[in-house]
Structures are given as C-alpha cells and as structure tokens.
C-alpha cells in the first residue's frame, strides 16, 4: 500500500485489530524492561537493557545485530523480522531504550507498581511502554499467521534523551533503507498520534571569572556563577512566542570560600519553524564574549531539525484515523515538542508516523505512569498498521 493513498482496510488489517491482547498480559511483558534500569549517561546499565531486548527479540526469531556504542554511551540493537528471501527494506520501527532516571530511582523515588489503572515505573511512558508494545503486536501478528505488509526492521537506540549525539548518523542510514517509519513514542493526551515535530537545538555554555578567596578577598574576584545566574536570566526572558529559550544542568565551583573561576551550563532552544530556529542560534552564538572580567561561551550541541507533514506522512495519519476508528477510538494528530528520533527521518523524507506508543503522563518524573486501559487498544492499533502500511 502506497502510505499516501490508503485504500479500503486489507482482511490482516481487520484480523490484527481482533488479536487477542490483554492488558495484564501486555504489562507483564513490560515490568522486566521498566525494572531495568537504563539512564542515558550510565553505559553499563544501558548496555544490560539491550541485553534484555536483544535475548526477547531472539526469543521472537528475530535476526539480531548490537552495534557498539561511542562517545561513552551505550550499544545499540537491530532487529529484522522478515521471511527468508525478503528484500531489504520495508518498515523500520525506531525507539530508545535510554531514560531520564539514574540507577535507583526505582528504590528511592518510582517502584514500579499498579495503583487503580494506572501503572506506574522509570521509563514505562516514555518510551519503554510502546517499544515493548510494538513488539508484542510483531509477536501476536506472527502466532496468528498474519504477516506484515512490509519486512519490520526495529533499531533501538542509546541516546535519545540528550539529543541522539552518537546515533543520529546511525538513524539516518537505516532510515534510508525503508519506505516507512513508525515511532511508538508515548501518544498525546488525547490519544492522538504525532504527525511533525519542532526544531531544538541546544548550547554548552560556559563563564569564566577571576578566582579570590571568599573571605579575605571576596572583592578581588570575579564569580562565574554569579555571572552565569545573570546570563540565565538573559537567556530564558529571550523566550518569544517563535522559540523558547531554556538553561539547566549548571554546575559551577568547587569551594564554598572560593570566588569560582568556572560555571558550566546547559541550554535548549525550541521552534516551530525551522526559519526561527535558526535565528535563535544565531542569537545565542551572537552571546559570545571574550572580553570583560568575566567571560561567556557559547559553543552549539545537537540539533534537531523541524519535521513538517506531507502528503505521504499525511497517508499514514489517515490510515492511523481509520484504524483507530473500527476500534472505537478518535485519533488526532498535530505537531509536537519535544524532540524525538523521528524529526530526523521526518526530515529526511522518509513517511514517518510518531506518538504510537501508550497513553499516560508525567514523563521524566517520579509520576511517570501509563494507562491501564489503553494498552489493548494501542497494542492493536500497532498490529494494525504493521499488517497495513
């Protein structure tokens, strides 16, 4: 099927939106994922969440590859589901396994547990929920002799949170490769899907002052930190209704009786238009100062560049809409914030469809929770579009 065009629902569409998921049995396939934990920055925990996804897509008869990780960070896995003979190419289901939450967060802030319909565990919303979904869908396809329309290719990456530093490139080749993109990125709130994403790109900065003794010379220095409090200040009231403007993750000092030399920081620029994007980057390198007591650099990290819909991502929500619509659900679309794997295929021309994955909220918090009673839903919905597009 042609994903701009789709036609009148294929029968292994309408036999995969009857498969027999339950949500108990969808949730116990999870929790061993979810209590692995997997924060971006600590390889060694990354690397064991890929050994657990690697050994169940195996189990699924997956032909299985790790890709070793770079720049510090962890593996990352290929899966291909095809027939012997398959041509290559088809349908590249792209997620990450890294999250937001440090080794013992499950101890100490968000066991993984089910208060009423709700959930709850690091990473379950975003994105472990829908990965393990779109897998589960793959399995039950297979157990009913229902193939998918296309060979399945799913890549799971490392590094997504921080902006996909080590595997855009990777992303990108294999995006290449397949006439379709489907992301199982948390849906909205609504229980729509996402059809484009802003653009963001983010900044390391960093100001230099004069050290002193704090309390025999306060006067004599010249603090880092109280500089970088001032251009934070700067920073975020830049914020128009084009591009918002954000810093975090500062660290600066090191002795409470020294006036600091250094302050290191973090920031992040959002935009609905790639035109405005790029405005706001040069508006942030434009902060560059070399001169003064104190010192501010501005060096320009990852970016993600905007994806718009076309008509062929535009196919694809229809196909989505429809589905969803034998199932008894109203599925919207829009473009979104927060950036995902997703603006780089998206951007690349590839049909993209993101937001497939469960429906829940507070992600990156110690609420971080899907919902219950959307899990068979969704899982048949992905069913369906693997069968379809």
Excluded at 237 to 259: L, Y
Aim: proline share 6%; glycine share 12%.
């Amino acid at each position: 099927m042609d994903a701009a065009t789709p036609s009148a629902l294929s029968p292994n569409a309408s036999r995969a939106l009857a498969l027999p998921f339950t949500a108990e049995g969808l949730l116990a396939s999870l929790r061993p994922w979810v209590e692995q934990e997997s924060p971006t920055f600590d390889a060694t925990a990354v690397n064991a969440m890929m050994s657990l996804a690697m050994r169940d897509m195996a189990l699924m008869g997956a032909h299985v590859e790790r890709i070793p990780g770079r720049m510090g960070l962890g593996d990352c896995i290929r899966a291909r589901f095809a027939p012997p003979g398959a041509v290559e190419g088809g349908i590249l289901v792209l997620a990450h396994l890294d999250t937001v939450h440090p080794v013992g967060t499950l101890a100490t802030g968000l066991p993984f547990r089910v208060e009423g319909d709700r959930a709850f565990g690091p990473g379950i919303f975003d994105m472990k929920g829908g990965t393990v979904l779109t897998l589960q869908a793959l399995a039950a396809l297979a157990k009913a002799g229902i193939p998918t329309s296309r060979p399945v290719t799913v890549l799971l990456t490392s590094d997504e949170e921080i902006g996909s530093p080590s595997t855009r490139d990777l992303i990108e080749a294999e995006a290449s490769r397949h006439q379709v993109v489907l992301v199982p990125e948390p849906g909205r709130a609504d229980g729509g899907v996402v059809t484009g994403r802003y653009a963001i790109a983010r900044f390391n900065l960093r100001t230099v002052g004069r050290p002193s003794h704090a309390g025999a010379q306060l006067s004599a220095g010249r603090s880092a930190v109280k500089e970088m409090a001032r251009r934070l200040i700067a920073i975020e009231d830049m914020t128009t209704e084009a591009c918002t403007f954000s810093v975090s993750v500062m660290h600066g000092g090191q002795w409470v009786n020294c006036v600091p030399t250094y302050c290191d920081a973090e920031a992040l620029t959002m935009a609905k238009r790639q035109p405005d994007l790029d405005a706001a980057v040069e508006k942030m390198l434009a902060l560059n100062n070399a001169s003064g007591d104190v010192r501010f650099e501005v060096k320009r990290g990852v970016t993600r560049p905007v994806w718009e819909p076309d008509e062929a991502v535009m196919g694809l929500y229809e196909l989505a809409r429809r589905l969803g619509g034998e199932l008894g659900l109203t599925i919207g679309h829009e473009s979104a914030g927060g950036g995902s794997d997703g603006n780089f295929t998206g951007a690349m021309g590839v049909p993209t469809l993101d937001g497939l994955g469960v429906l829940g909220g507070n992600a990156h918090t110690l609420n971080e929770h899907i919902l219950m009673d959307a899990l068979v839903p969704r899982a048949r919905l992905m069913a369906a579009l693997l069968a379809s597009v």
